[in-house]
């Protein structure tokens, strides 16, 4: 079974630092996709970032990388110059394609200080 | 504006009694799926539809249905509510499921079951 695992509950960044969040996968799909979710405290899901797995460049998306290591299943958010509306929970997600399920980490709940 | 929506936000109800929370998509997407969020468990897929009529089993589907009979409507019933079944409802939807597309979230509902 596909297994996706966030190993952060918390994280905490001073404002206009830099952190990286943590996830791994497990899947046996040999095409498919892996995305972040932010969900503020309003608790809509929005897309940070997306990653297909066959493209071996890193995607950006402005303040926001990824570094993805397929060998390892490995697909970590970097948020670069942390802003006070980046405090949320983040969720990974690893979609597989055939099934048609997708699996969510348990999610990183990220505290940005003044 | 392109939307998932939901309905109802927020719903507080007793054990046994038979509830639908609707779900509506207006994007023409053609995969749409539920998904409870619990504390610590993150956000955990109940069913999905590839497609109109094709629904499936996602990892906690006991004491759920669900019916694709529109493209737009994937409305979740809970037949005999339970306490644990308490949690933050997300549907979802997205333009086919094996692609590169990210999932469009509605705003959640919120369901207490006493």
């Known amino acids: 079974a596909q297994t996706v695992t966030q190993s952060q509950p918390e994280m905490s960044v001073q404002e206009a630092e830099t952190v990286t969040l943590s996830c791994t996968y497990d899947?046996?799909?040999?095409?498919?996709?892996l995305f972040w979710y932010k969900q503020p405290p309003s608790r809509q899901m929005i897309l940070v970032i997306r990653?297909?797995?066959?493209?071996?460049q890193n995607a950006t998306e402005n303040r926001f990388s990824v570094n993805f290591q397929k060998a390892a299943k490995s697909f970590s958010l970097k948020i670069s110059d942390s802003q006070l509306g980046d405090a949320a929970m983040y969720f990974c997600?690893?979609?597989?394609?055939?099934?048609?399920?997708?699996?969510f980490g348990k999610g990183t709940k990220l505290s940005v200080k003044p | 504006e392109a939307q998932v929506t939901q309905n109802p936000r927020y719903l507080i109800t007793v054990t046994g009694k038979k509830l639908t929370v609707t779900c509506s998509q207006n994007?023409?997407?053609?995969?749409m799926s539920w998904y409870r969020q619990d504390p610590g468990l993150g956000l955990r897929q109940i069913y999905y539809s590839m497609n109109v009529e094709v629904t499936d089993k996602g990892d906690v589907p006991e004491g759920y249905k669900v019916s694709r009979k529109e493209k737009r409507n994937f409305p979740l019933i809970l037949e005999s509510p339970s306490p644990n079944q308490t949690s933050l409802y997300f549907c979802?939807?997205?333009?086919?499921?094996?692609?590169?597309?990210?999932?469009?979230f509605g705003p959640g509902t919120r369901l207490t079951v006493l």
């Open positions: 990653q297909e797995a066959y493209k071996q």
């Open positions: 899947t046996s799909e040999s095409d498919y996709y």
């Open positions: 994007m023409n997407h053609e995969y």
């Open positions: 997600d690893d979609y597989g394609g055939s099934q048609g399920n997708l699996i």
């Open positions: 979802a939807s997205s333009l086919v499921p094996s692609s590169y597309n990210e999932q469009f």
